[in-house]
């Protein structure tokens, strides 16, 4: 079971961190990738880390704003969100696949296990 946490109401150009917490588990085998949706939208990919979390992928539509990390004793993958835009105003959802290190995932389709989201919106 995977929770995502952190969301709320920020201004343009504001921060914010994003918490993923797999309970009941460890998730330190998994792939774990950040999507959002946005009202009216496809889910998008926002971007992902590997087990060990050495190889990172973003989307470009975020690329140079949000950073992916984890750290394994809390067995936590966070989302830090930096210069947030408008158009980031969406509910973020985490999702994990076990996997062998050193890969990641773009398609929602890859992933097994997600959490219920947590909304973001970014106000002007």
């Known amino acids: 079971q995977l929770q995502a946490s952190g969301g709320g109401v920020v201004q343009t150009g504001g921060s914010l961190k994003l918490s993923c917490t797999a309970s009941?588990?460890?998730?330190?085998?998994?792939?774990v990738g950040w999507f959002r949706q946005a009202p009216g939208q496809e889910r998008e990919f926002v971007a992902t880390?590997?087990?060990?979390?050495?190889?990172?992928s973003y989307a470009d539509s975020v690329k140079g704003r949000f950073a992916i990390s984890r750290d394994h004793a809390k067995n936590q993958v966070y989302l830090q969100m930096y210069r947030l835009k408008l158009e980031d105003t969406a509910i973020y959802y985490c999702?994990?696949?076990?996997?062998?290190?050193?890969?990641?995932?773009?398609?929602?389709?890859?992933?097994?296990?997600w959490g219920q989201g947590t909304l973001v919106t970014v106000s002007s």
């Open positions: 009941g588990r460890s998730f330190s085998t998994d792939v």
């Open positions: 880390v590997s087990r060990r979390g050495t190889v990172k």
């Open positions: 999702a994990s696949k076990a996997s062998i290190d050193g890969v990641y995932f773009t398609r929602a389709s890859d992933y097994e296990s």
